[in-house]
């Protein structure tokens, strides 16, 4: 079976760009599929025959902890799969940040690109917002066998429950570039959320890095 993921800023096969707010209550999401804890929904993007997909869930750890995970992006080659490469190339402000990725993914070539990724806290509620989208005008110039993204922007938020755990929404839309059919493309964007959700679970459940 062909997966193709990355991640938070990843290529799963996914991202998208337009403001996240809409609840899955929304007729235009459709649940596509589920698997313990997380719900994954998709709709149309008028225009493209590539899904918009999100990813709600729990993860069995405090919002501190899992924020911390996706924050620090110097270490998602540990843990994020595919992920080959991840370069810091500059900070606009203490916020916001330009980082370059290039994925190995399975049976396709290499892709990458170069997002502005932007954070939003607000510790006192317990709630983390970060946003990215394509800005690969910044990066790295094209390298010869990699596939450069075009679109790819997403968004994680994270909310701190009662019980001490956290309730997360991942929202994504990408076109992966090269000769991936559409419909393979968002089948993969269906299910590919899965691993990057257990993956970031697990990181931030394990303290000795942190």
């Not at 008028?46 to 270490?75: D, R, S």
């Amino acid at each position: 079976m062909l997966k193709i993921s990355v991640i938070s800023g990843f290529l799963f096969i996914i991202f998208s760009g337009h403001a996240f707010a809409e609840s899955s209550n929304d007729a235009k999401w459709k649940k596509v599929s589920s698997k313990k804890q997380a719900v994954v929904w998709a709709r149309d993007v008028e225009g493209t025959a590539i899904k918009e997909v999100k990813l709600e869930a729990v993860i069995h750890a405090p919002v501190e902890q899992v924020w911390k995970t996706i924050k620090e992006v110097q270490y998602y080659t540990q843990f994020l799969p595919y992920v080959e490469d991840i370069q810091i190339i500059k900070r606009t402000d203490a916020n916001s940040v330009y980082v370059y990725h290039r994925i190995d993914p399975p049976f396709v070539s290499h892709r990458d690109y170069t997002l502005l990724i932007t954070d939003e806290v607000d510790v006192a509620n317990g709630q983390y917002h970060r946003f990215w989208t394509q800005k690969n005008a910044v990066g790295p110039d094209v390298i010869a066998g990699v596939v450069r993204l075009e679109i790819c922007d997403g968004s994680w938020t994270l909310t701190s429950t009662e019980n001490g755990e956290t309730r997360v929404v991942y929202w994504v839309y990408t076109d992966p570039g090269g000769r991936i059919p559409k419909w393979l493309a968002n089948k993969v964007n269906k299910t590919a959320l899965y691993d990057v959700l257990f993956a970031i679970e697990k990181r931030a459940q394990d303290l000795s890095w942190q």
